[in-house]
């Protein structure tokens, strides 16, 4: 069985006698490495053993307590049903540079990531799709996810996608402020005569300038980046920041290439003539505090176990020029970035689809390694470093440490949404009923209608203003862990007018989802965005097709008047009401609230099943009103005959006489 990700326990060590018995408590804390090994081939090493690693935390070397290799690329983890280790997800951030790339180059990242998200990637991998301006800063344009659609939709026009991102991994815009476009570069020429002379220094001084305006866009550049590693930092498994970019002016933060032969000797001149105030020593040495404030960008990254790749978007680089001939063209930019955090750049191909498949076999195996840390100090960032041993040439990435929760609930590390939803956390400050009901596709989707009743006290009680901002988000997830519908709306609730009705009662919300038919967990999280009080239920349903016998959930007719109601509009001109008894309309209970001895009527819809083809049976025992058929449904009302304290749930069995198959249904009530 695997540790757990996150757990305390005690070591008890026993003193010599002669010191009296006592009882000493060391706290330990359960730490797992992710860990990629690369061969010279460029591709993932596979078939490594525990035998294979050393680990070491702040230089001391840790035993390996745990040892799990997943190959994302084997069939066996590709058919696996249960959920992998969340530290070994695999979680890719595209990122278009809208600051240094041109509009030619943008397209063919574009045409390069549609590629990697319809080849490249496993069922299970999480991928982001954003963009980084200089001017503007990061923006999240969707969430971490398996919803191919919406990556295909954001990849097609990343300058103007606009997206409310339901799962909300962090801050969705980070802005750092800068001033104006980016000026133009100027020659800077010699002359003999004094006239020559001060226009050549005019030049200098102009191009000074606009080498510090360059920077100061640049700086911003490595600040943003920075800031979108630490949004990242929650997110837990593999953490890849993939940058789409031409990159700029490497010669901005680490001086010139010695390849600019004419500058040097120009240099080297006024040099030997004392003239050293023609020497841009920034330009010509590197600038320290660029250098500095990379090393800032690279800590980030290292801290939130995020590294960065680079894809040189320009393809090709031709190092010449028809009118000015030989000419530094050079992608050293990107590798200032990749370089400082472990990644890779991928560079002179035209191809950059090839480039994206060279990432995804770079990452195919992840080996997860589990040790135990004592815990220090609360906020403490321990460094980590992986060695392999037994594979000559090889590259290994790994997490660049961890932070020490010590015993402090404080700092301990807070559950972003998407968390919450993809691995099933519970969160039950927020009590959340769900019914959810799917109806046979009918050309080649059903409609699945969710309810949730969501407890109007755990909303009062956490609200924390006297304006609540509700979110209401709901996923479908195939059984591929695709993401294939999701609902999200915002409810606003002014609690000195509905705080009385909505402590009786609470929200009740209805939407509606498209499906085509298969099996399917409809998760559900619903959260204070005041105070970040969050609830979350899950409920798994299957999508008949079309002639497949159907058995809804039962249905309790819902009290009027209890509930602020709440219905999404995405589809309401399209999907027609479906909960219709006797031509008349009614709304369905998510968890029945019944009191002991008092009947109540509840209906099960079954479909494509004649009433003559079935026979039933409840618990606890109900009795039959009334049945009507029309078309290809059959619609039962039943009525219990006894209800007692204790009674969590109520079930109905349908089965064909003669068989042994049966479809089991069922409904959680509250007894009072």
Known sequence: MRPLSRMLFALFLLPAAAFGQFEEKVTVSYVEVPVSVVGRDGKAIAGLTQANFELYDDNTKRPIDSFEAIDFGAVETQKAISPLNPASRRNFLLLFDLSFSSPISLGRAQEAARNFV?????????????????????????????????????????????SFDPLQIGSSNLFVTTTGPDGAGSDVSAGKSAADENAADFVRANAKIDDSHRRMRVRNQ??????????????????????????????????????????????????????????????????????AVLGEMADEFRKADVILHAVDIQGVRVQNDTREGARVNSNDSLFLMANSTGGTVFRNSNDLTNDFQRLA????????LGFNAPVGRPGEFHQLKVKVTGVPGAHVQHRGGY???????????????????????????????????????????????????????????????????????I????????????????????????????????????????????????????????????????????????????????????????????????RGAKANYPFILDGESFIPSAKAKLRQGEPRLFTVFVYNAAPEELTW??????????????????????????????????????????????????????VQ
């Open 403 to 473: 932070y020490d929760s010590g015993n402090d609930a404080a700092v301990t590390r807070a559950l972003s949404n998407a968390e919450i939803i993809l691995n099933d956390i519970p969160q039950n400050d927020i009590d959340v009923a769900a019914l959810v009901s799917a109806f046979p596709a009918s050309g080649g989707k059903g409609e699945v209608p969710v309810i949730l009743e969501i407890s109007g006290a755990d909303l009062a009680k956490h609200a924390g203003n006297a304006v609540a901002h509700v979110d209401i988000l």
């Open 118 to 162: 319809d080849r490249n990637l496993g069922r299970r991998d999480l991928v982001a799709i954003g963009t980084v301006n200089v001017d503007t800063g990061f923006k999240f344009l969707t969430a971490f996810t398996t919803d191919r659609n919406l990556l295909a939709a954001a990849i097609s026009d990343p300058r103007n996608f606009r």
């Open 222 to 291: 490595f600040k943003v980046l920075g800031q979108v590693a630490t949004t990242l930092k929650r997110l837990r498994g593999r953490k890849h920041l993939v940058l789409l970019s031409e990159g700029f002016d490497a010669r901005l933060v680490q001086g010139r290439n010695n390849a600019s032969s004419k500058e040097q000797s120009d240099e080297n001149t006024a040099i030997s003539d004392g003239e050293v105030w023609k020497v841009d020593s920034d330009s010509r040495y590197g600038n320290a505090n660029m250098q």
């Open 617 to 670: 049976t409840s618990t606890p025992t109900a009795k039959l009103v009334s049945q009507s058929h029309t078309q290809s449904v059959t619609k039962y009302v039943f009525a219990l005959e006894k209800i007692t304290l204790g009674t969590t749930a109520v079930d109905v069995t349908f089965r064909k006489p003669g068989s042994t198959e049966a479809r089991t249904v069922s409904v959680p009530v509250v």
């Open 361 to 368: 076999d770079q990452q195919q195996v992840v080996y997860v």
């Open 475 to 570: 996923y479908a997830f195939d059984d591929d862990g695709v993401s294939r519908d999701a609902l999200s709306q915002r409810v606003t609730l002014d609690l000195s007018k509905a705080g009385e009705k909505l402590r009786a009662g609470g929200i009740k919300f209805y939407g509606t989802l498209e499906l085509p038919p298969g099996k399917y967990a409809i998760k559900s999280l619903i959260r204070i965005a005041e105070t970040d009080t969050k609830g979350y239920r899950r409920a798994d349903v299957v999508v008949p097709d079309e002639f497949d016998v159907a058995v809804l959930q039962p249905m309790f007719f819902e009290q009027p008047g209890e509930w602020i109601m709440a219905k999404n509009e995405r």
